[in-house]
T-cell receptor
Framework: DQQVKQNSPSLSVQEGRISILNCDYTNSMFDYFLWYKKYPAEGPTFLISISSIKDKNEDGRFTVFLNKSAKHLSLHIVPSQPGDSAVYFCAASTPDKLIFGTGTRLQVFP | ETGVTQSPTHLIKTRGQQVTLRCSSQSGHNTVSWYQQALGQGPQFIFQYYREEENGRGNFPPRFSGLQFPNYSSELNVNALELDDSALYLC?????????????FGPGTRLTVT
């Protein structure tokens, strides 16, 4: 039972353009949603989060949008940079754990 | 500020053996969670420790067990290793100095079971 889904395993974007990573969830009781970035041989790094009572949160080049009626969230990266190339996981928070999607590999090319 | 550290980095074990993985939490954090990440998958929650007690558990069998020590460091023990236990094991810490839902991960221990 996959409660958090990332249906795009990979995304390729040109440097300077917008990257949009998508995530769907099934449980309306999640209270926070988070995005993590993971480089090879490193643990996931926290990127940005959003409360379930908000619909947008922005931090520099990163913006997360939450559409509760569609049970969908997205991460926008503008402008994309080569250093953004990594695997991005969305996660939903419950009181004791994070539930992760399967990840989207983002490649930003020059 | 010291981040989350894990040891060892890599480990190779034989089916049926036992393994202990270690984690030191980020300074100021009192909660430790363990996750298993299989190839091509997202991290899966194993369990969480708070004040030396198990505070939640995912869908893992009892041969996965853990400990948390007074200094908030933690161990993950896996008995009777199976081939499917081969994965990256991630430790994450959180606590009063961060928002409770934000977990900070270590680099992981890569376990290979042959």
């Amino acid at each position: 039972d996959q409660q958090v889904k990332q249906n795009s395993p990979s995304l390729s974007v040109q440097e300077g353009r917008i990257s949009i990573l998508n995530c769907d969830y099934t449980n309306s009781m999640f209270d926070y949603f988070l995005w993590y970035k993971k480089y090879p041989a490193e643990g996931p790094t926290f990127l940005i989060s959003i409360s379930s009572i908000k619909d947008k949160n922005e931090d520099g080049r990163f913006t997360v949008f939450l559409n509760k009626s569609a049970k969908h969230l997205s991460l926008h990266i503008v402008p994309s940079q080569p250093g953004d190339s990594a695997v991005y996981f969305c996660a939903a928070s419950t009181p004791d754990k994070l539930i992760f999607g399967t990840g989207t590999r983002l490649q930003v090319f020059p | 500020e010291t981040g989350v550290t894990q040891s060892p980095t890599h480990l190779i074990k034989t089916r049926g053996q036992q393994v202990t993985l270690r984690c030191s939490s980020q300074s100021g954090h009192n909660t430790v969670s363990w996750y298993q990440q299989a190839l091509g998958q997202g991290p899966q929650f194993i369990f969480q420790y708070y004040r030396e007690e198990e505070n939640g558990r995912g869908n893992f069998p009892p041969r996965f067990s853990g400990l948390q020590f007074p200094n908030y460091s933690s161990e993950l023990n896996v008995n009777a290793l199976e081939l499917d236990d081969s994965a990256l094991y991630l430790c994450a810490s959180s606590g009063p100095s961060s928002l409770a839902y934000e977990q900070y991960f270590g680099p992981g221990t890569r376990l290979t079971v042959t």
